[in-house]
């Protein structure tokens, strides 16, 4: 990997992410820039989770803090409040440790950037007298709600027919709004977790997100005015698929499933232009049986070429008779999705609309249909249809006391995404934003991305210089 230098005593980065691959894996991406431009970064996450990721780059180094349940992690934990309870009441001591270890090792810590998900890590980085910088993993549009929550703009519950009017934001409904709002009455936990990452947010030196200036210029420019020292620099993914700037960087480096990226590109290669469908609903939420069997049936009775990616916890869910390859369709448990979308054969994305999969399909110009399932993917799902206009829904029916997408519903919107006139417009709009997020992200043309990256970079060099 290509490094600039910029003195012999190079700024060192904790960056500390929640153990998740949604979270980890833009955060290690971010890594990768700042190593490129001359800083030492180490990355840190839970005991548990570290043990589970396959690689990390040679030129990170990968620590580990303490959650309190080290031998299973969220699965010890049972639940989202007894695990958040508990690693927020040991996690800020197992931080300092951190630090003070690294510390006696000879390789202090300048700055400490952190999921925003750990507001708590601030006060740590403010006790050694480190810089802070909130690391933002989700949408400027989810964050802005979240935020107006925090302040009280937005109360909670909402009403079915309640109509949110935030700053620079289309008019919401309680329908478009992350899904901890619908459960809000029998689960709070979760929403409160997001409405933290406020609490002490001006006392922030730095807050990034990975996000792009040009995707939504007049919230972003709102958001600045709140927090002066807010930048925008995304989208952190893998830079092959963007500018090249760092070579041979094809994946994320921190996968926690194994790929089947052979059989996958080999299959991809047999196929037309634009003949594929390619269906992935993330890493973490599980679809019930009845969903499974709708999704599986609406993919095979479409009589298109699909690559559906279906984890092996939820492999069971299959119908019985359900084929994996066929003459049409094959299933696997991983891949390198931005290999995938990528790839000419390509036509579409099905997608839960989770943020690292919404900026990767932007930012290869891949038209979704989007099926969103829960926290900000329902935001999002919201802005790929409506604002960057480059994605259709598929219907969610009441079904059974579920809510559910029908395999007729999936098919028809699949005709309609590989057949119909007015797709051709989608597809402009998505060839356009993936030029937009390019331009993002070069340092020819001046982009914000990297302008801003640069910002952070030479600040914290500037600071480490005069304090040294």
Known sequence: MEKKTIDTRRPHCLVLSYPAQGHINPMIQFSKLLVHEGLKVTLATTCFYSKSLQKVPPYISLESISDGFENGGFDEAGSFKAYLGRFWQVGPQSLCELIEKLAKLGNPIDCVIYDSFFPWALDVAKKFGVVGASYFTQNLGVNSIYYHVQLGKIKVPLMEDDEISLPSMPKLQLGDLPSFFLTYDEDPVLLELLLGQFSNIDKADWILCNAIYEL???????????????????????????????????????????????????????????????????????????????????????????????????????????????????????????????????????????????????????????????????????????????????????????????????????????????????KKNAMQWKSLVLRAVSDGGGGSSHRNIIEFVNSLASSHVALN
């Not at 052979?262 to 679809?287: D, R, T």
């Not at 599986?296 to 390859?325: C, H, M, Q």
């Not at 839960?352 to 969103?372: A, D, F, K, R, Y």
């Open 216 to 426: 939504d210029e007049e919230l972003a420019d709102w958001t600045r005015k709140v927090w002066p020292k807010f930048r925008t620099i995304g989208p952190n993914i893998p830079s092959v698929f963007l500018d090249n700037r760092i070579k041979e960087d094809e994946d994320y480096g921190a996968a926690l499933f194994k790929s089947e990226e052979e059989e996958c590109m080999e299959w991809l290669h047999n196929k037309p232009i634009g003949s594929v469908v390619y269906v992935s609903f993330g890493s973490f939420v599980p679809l019930d049986e009845q969903q499974m069997k709708e999704i599986a049936y609406g993919l095979r009775d479409s009589n298109n070429y699909f690559l559906w990616v279906v984890r092996t916890s939820e492999e069971i869910k299959l119908p019985k008779d359900y084929a994996k390859k066929s003459d049409k369709g094959l299933v696997v448990t991983w891949c390198s999705q931005l290999k995938v979308l990528a790839h000419e054969a390509v036509a579409c994305f099905v997608t839960h609309c989770g943020w690292n999969s919404t900026l990767e399909s932007l930012s290869l110009g891949v038209p979704t249909i989007v099926v969103p399932q829960w926290s900000d993917q329902i935001t999002n799902a919201k802005y790929m249809v409506d604002v960057w206009k480059v994605g259709i829904r598929v219907p969610i029916i009441d079904y059974e006391n579920n809510k559910i997408v029908k395999s007729d519903a999936l098919k028809d919107c699949i005709k309609e995404m590989m057949e119909s006139e007015k797709v051709k417009e989608m």
